[in-house]
C-alpha cells in the first residue's frame, strides 16, 4: 500500500507538499517555506491540546495543594509556624495562581496568541518551584521525592505546539536548571542525594522524546497529506492543472463577486481538434502526452496570478479570466491557439501543416449571466470555430 | 441544464464521510475499522522492534543500577525478578523477527507491557520492605512507553496502565508501605498517567487522522473527477494486477471496452453539459456491472468505458457485455443526431484470457479488446463483438 502511494506521488509535478512527503523528514525538518507554514499550523492547531493542559495541570496541581494540608498537619497546628512553611505554602499557591491566570489567555481570542510564547515558562516555572518546595518539606524534616520533575519532563513533549526541537531544547532547560537550583537552595549535599533522582528525570527525557519524534513525525505527515488532499481534489490528474469541479467553483464565485459591477469575467474553451482521431491513430499514451503538453503551454500562457487554466474534460480546456474586455480575452485565446500549434506537435492524417491545434471558443460576462449561462455562450462559440475549419477563435455575440 | 456533477467524490468516500462524522471516541465504523488495525500492525512492526531492543536494554541497565543501589540481602531476589521478566520479553523479540500472525502483536505486546510493569513492581515493593525512600519512579516509564512507544491503542494502553497501577498498591500493601507514604506514591503515578492517557489519545486522534487522509488521497488520485469510476492510471494498473493473479491461480479475465456511440455528435448537439450527464449515468449502470470486489468500472478516454471481470468465462462475460448494451438503451436518453438509434446507445467489444493458449501480455488482450469493438462499430454500433 506504502509503495503505491509513493507512486502516485512522483506523478504530481512540481508539488513541494508530494516532495517533501517523498524526500522524508528523518530530522523533523521541513523545507524552510513549508517548515514555517507548519509551525504557524501547529500553533493554531494545538491551542485546543493547551486548553486541556492547563485544566489537566490545574487538577494535578490542585491536588498537591490539597496534599499539602494532609502531610503537613503536624506543622500546620504549631503556634509558631517555621520560616520555610511560609515559603513552601506561597511557593504553591503562587503557582497555582499563575496557572489560572493563564486560563484567560486561553479561553480570550484576543489574547491566544500569547499562549504558545507562554507554555514553555509555564512549564519551566512549574518544575523550577517542585524543586524548591519539595527541598523545603526536606527542611521541614519531612521526605520528600522530586519526581515531580518528571511530571514536568512529560508536560514539556507533550504536544502543545513546540516543535520537537523546542521541546528538547526546553527539556535540557528544565534539567540543568533544576539540578542548579537545587545545589543553590540545598548547598552541595543536594548533588550526592539526587543521583537517582537525576538517573531517572533523564531517562523520562529519554523515553519521552522518542514519543514526541513518533506524534511529531505524524503529525508532519498528516500535514503534508492534508495539503496534498486539497490540491488533489482541485487538480487534473493527468496535467495537472485545475479540475472542472475547481473551475467550476473559482467562476461561480468570481461571478457572484462581479455581479452589480462593471467588472466582467472572461471564459475560454478549448478543444483540441481532431484528438479523437490522433489517439486512434498514435494511441493513448502518445494521446496523454500531448494533453500534458498542451496543458503546459496553456498553463504558462496564462500568466496572471488570477487567471485559471484548468482540463474539464478528456481533450477539452478552459481558462478563466478576471476583470477582461471582449479585446482583451479574444487575444488572450488567439494567444494561447498560437503557442499550441508553435509546439509543432506532429498530428498524422491531418490536412494542411499536420500538427496539432485548437479551437477555442470565448465569451465575457454580462450584468446578468450565470456559470451554466456564460459555458454556454462559450460552448456555442467553440461549436462555431469547429464548423468554420477549426484552429481558430471565435467569440460569442 | 445545471453541470454541477451529480457525483460529488467526496461524499461518496467511506473515508471522507468518516471524517466529517468524526471519532472522537476513538473508532471507526466497522470495516475502516479493521483496515485502520490491519494498517497499524504492518506499520508497528518496525516501531516494535526498535522498541524492544531499547526495552531488554534498559532493563539490562535497571540489572545494573540494582547492584549499586540494591541492600545485599536482596539483590538474589532482584536479579532473579529481572530475570523472568526478561524471558517473554526475548521470546517476543525473537517472535518479532521471526514473523508472526498480525492478530497476535497488540495481545503480546499488552503481556509485556504488563509483566515488565509487575516486574518493576515487584522490584519496588521489595526495595520498600526494607528501605521507604527506594525510587518506583520507573514504573511511570512503562506506562509511558505503553502509550507512546509500542504502538498500542489508547484502550489498550489504558488497561496496561490500571494494571500495573493495581499491581502495584497490591505490592505495596504486603510490603508494608505506610499508607500515608503509598497515596502519595499512588497519586503521583496516577497524575502520571493521566498526563500519559490524554497524550495518547492526541496521538491515536492525529494517526487516524492520517489514516483517513492518505486513503482519500488515493482513492482521489485514482478516480475520474466525472463519474467517479477508476481513471485510466488504476485501470492500467489494475489489469497488470489481475493479469498476473490470473495467470497464478489459473482463472478467466475479460475487458469488456466500451464506446458511446455517436457521442462528439451529441455532444455537438446537446451540448457539453448534457453530454457529461449523459456520461454520468452511462458510468452508474457499468459500475453495477463491475460490482464484485476484483472487479473494475473504469473511464479509460473521454467517451470510452472499460470493465474488467475477474474469473468469469467468456460466455459470463458476453452476457455482462449484452446485458451492458440493453440497459444503457434502456436509459433512453435521446440522441436525435445518432444515425443508429433515436437514443443514445453503446457498442462493446470483448475479449477473455484463454486456459490453454493465452495472449502474450494483458497489453496484447486490451488489443483484441480494441478490435472487437471497431467490429461492433463496424456492424452497426449498439452491439456486441468478441474476437
Redesign the interface.
Known sequence: ?LT??HE?LS??PDNPFAQQLQAGFPLLRFQPRLEKLYCQYLAVAAIR?RR??IL?ALV?WG?FVL?DF??LRSVLVMEVWPQELYWLLYGRWIVFAGLASCVPVLLLPRWERFSLALTPAVIIGGAWSVVVINLLYGELGF?Y?L??L??MV??IF??LGMTFHRSLLMAFVLVVGAHVLGVLVAGKAFLPSFQ??S??LI??VL??A???Y??DH??R??FL??H??NY??ER???TGLH???SL?FMAREWLQQVSGQSIAVGFCLFDVDH??AY?DSCG?EAG?QVLKLVAQALNDGTRRPQDIAARI????FAVIVHDTNKNELFNLAEQLRVRVEALSLRHPGLPGKQVVTLSAGVAVSSRDDNF?SL??RA?AAL?AA?HAGRNRVEQSE | MEIVSRRQTHDDSAYARQKTQGFRRLRFEPKLEDEFREQQGYSNLGLLRISIVFGVALWLLFCVVDILIAPSDLLGLFMAVRAVVLVPLLLFAALLWRGMPLYLISPLTMLCIVVVGLGAAAVVGLGHSRDLSFPYEGLLLVSMAGFFLVGLRLAEAVLCAVMILLGFIAIELWAGVPRLQLLTNALFLLCGNLIGAVGGYMLEFKTREQFLTVRLNRELAEQDGLTGLSNRRSFDQHLSTLWQQAERDERGLSVLLCDVDHFKAFNDHYGHAAGDLALQRIAEVLQSTARRPLDMAARVGGEEFAVLLYDSEPADAQRHALQLVEQVRHLAISHAASSTRAVVTLSVGVASRLHDHPQENEQALLAQADRALYRAKEGGRDQVQRI
Open positions: 500500500m503505491r502511494y502516485l506523478d504530481i491540546q486541556i493542559a489537566l494535578i491536588m496534599s494532609w502531610r521526605s521525592s519526581s515531580g518528571i511530571l512529560i508536560a507533550f504536544p537517582v533522582n538517573f531517572y531517562l523520562a523515553v519521552c522518542c514519543g514526541r513518533l506524534q505524524t503529525q505527515e498528516q497529506n492534508r496534498l488532499l488533489l481534489a487534473d490528474s493527468l479540475n472542472r469541479r467550476e484528438f479523437k489517439n493513448h496523454d474534460g478528456g481533450e477539452e451554466t459555458y454556454q460552448d461549436y469547429k
